[in-house]
T-cell receptor, first 115, second 111 residues
């Protein structure tokens, strides 16, 4: 079972709203990722968590705040977003981050529209 | 130079055709290589990892040439369901399992 789930599937929010995206995996993976994908572009890495600790932040604006409550869950808290933040937000997981463990499996994504 | 370069296509091919995609990467220290497919408005799905010895999975064959920093994907007997964007993906050395994605090659298989 290589399933990563994400909720909600779609989200519309105003620039003053606070919302959260959720990601869950039950594969025992110890690394989880957030990506942002704009139309007709490849995914861009935002954050990497390894063993529930933030290991990479790709200089993402502070209006995006990740959280890893436990090894199966990954959240992305959104606050004061801009219309240009509208995109598909993808969560991924892998066994680990070392060689041989690094294959990443993606969830279906949350399609976000900021008005 | 882009870290991972792919021909964006589209490649329009008839059903049953053989089609090949190529990809080049710039960081000679990269160790892990993948092909993902992405359908319109869906998430990327792993198609196959790419190994130095080359690997085959049914109608799909991937090859890696480290000396030329070149990766290929061959699809034989293409099906309508193969229509998608194929993403060449390479790890960025230095820890953290960062991947860099090519811009993708669009394939359209037609009757």
């Amino acid at each position: 079972d290589t399933e990563v789930t994400q909720t909600p599937k779609h989200l519309v929010m105003g620039m003053t709203n606070k919302k959260s995206l959720k990601c869950e995996q039950h594969m025992g993976h110890r690394a989880m990722y957030w990506y942002k994908q704009k139309a007709k572009k490849p995914p861009e890495l935002m954050f990497v968590y390894s063993y529930e600790k933030l290991s990479i932040n790709e200089s993402v604006p502070s209006r995006f705040s990740p959280e890893c409550p436990n090894s199966s869950l990954l959240n992305l808290h959104l606050h004061a977003l801009q219309p240009e933040d509208s995109a598909l937000y993808l969560c991924a997981s892998s066994q680990g981050i070392a060689g041989g463990e690094e294959t990443q499996y993606f969830g279906p994504g949350t399609r976000l529209l900021v008005l | 130079r882009k870290e991972v370069e792919q021909d964006p296509g589209p490649f329009n091919v008839p059903e049953g055709a053989t089609v090949a995609f190529n990809c080049t990467y710039s960081n000679s220290a990269s160790q892990s290589f993948f092909w993902y497919r992405q359908d319109c408005r869906k998430e990327p799905k792993l198609l196959m990892s790419v190994y130095s010895s080359g690997n085959e999975d049914g109608r799909f064959t991937a090859q890696l040439n480290r000396a030329s920093q070149y990766i290929s994907l061959l699809i034989r007997d293409s099906k309508l369901s193969d229509s998608a964007t194929y993403l060449c993906v390479v790890n960025i050395p230095g820890g953290g399992n960062k991947l860099t994605f090519g811009t993708g090659t669009q394939l359209k298989v037609e009757l």
